[in-house]
């Protein structure tokens, strides 16, 4: 366990001490924001409920429900469990260099809620849509999860343990909803809402 934490540092080290430029500086704090794109996937979870589509519907369920409860998990229960300190509060410390983009923050770091929820969406986008439809939520996932360690609020660990439950629990959740609605056909590309036309 010593050598994962140490490896966990070194390369929380490495990725927001070393690998940084001008661009991430700005860039990272807008990705990590949760209100610059929660709007977005808002629109698009209600435009599936609004649809009067059956098949949305159950999508948007499992969204919803897949999403909430990798949430309620990780904050309520795993974090309050382990107890790990965020990199920034280990640095007020004096335990670890922390290059800090954001508010200090002095919440519980272990896991990352928003690499969890960012990979409960897209596990859940793939498992009813297939990869076609999901692989941009992938990307946000990803890119969310690397904001987290980039602005120092998460270490590596944090972030690849988040993104491995919500696309389990994800996952789970889909596959409960499908053995209990079996008849509704699978979402395809041409049943998710149409691109607003510009």
Known sequence: MNFILSLDHSLFQLLNGSLTSSFLDWFMPFITDAKNWMPLIAIVWLAMICSGRSRLRVLALA????????????????KKTVGRLRPCALAQEG???CRLLLPLKTSKSFPSNHAANTAAFAAAMIAM????????????AFLVGYSRIYVGVHFPLDVAVGWLIGSLFALAVC????????????????SLPPPAQS
């Open 63 to 78: 969204l919803l429900v897949s999403v909430g409860f990798t949430d309620l998990v990780c904050g309520k229960v795993i």
């Open 175 to 190: 596959r409960l909803i499908s053995y209990k609605w079996p008849e509704t056909p699978p979402v395809t590309d041409e």
């Open 95 to 97: 335990g670890i260099k």
């Open 129 to 140: 849509c297939g990869f076609k439809a999901g692989w941009p939520f992938v990307i946000i």
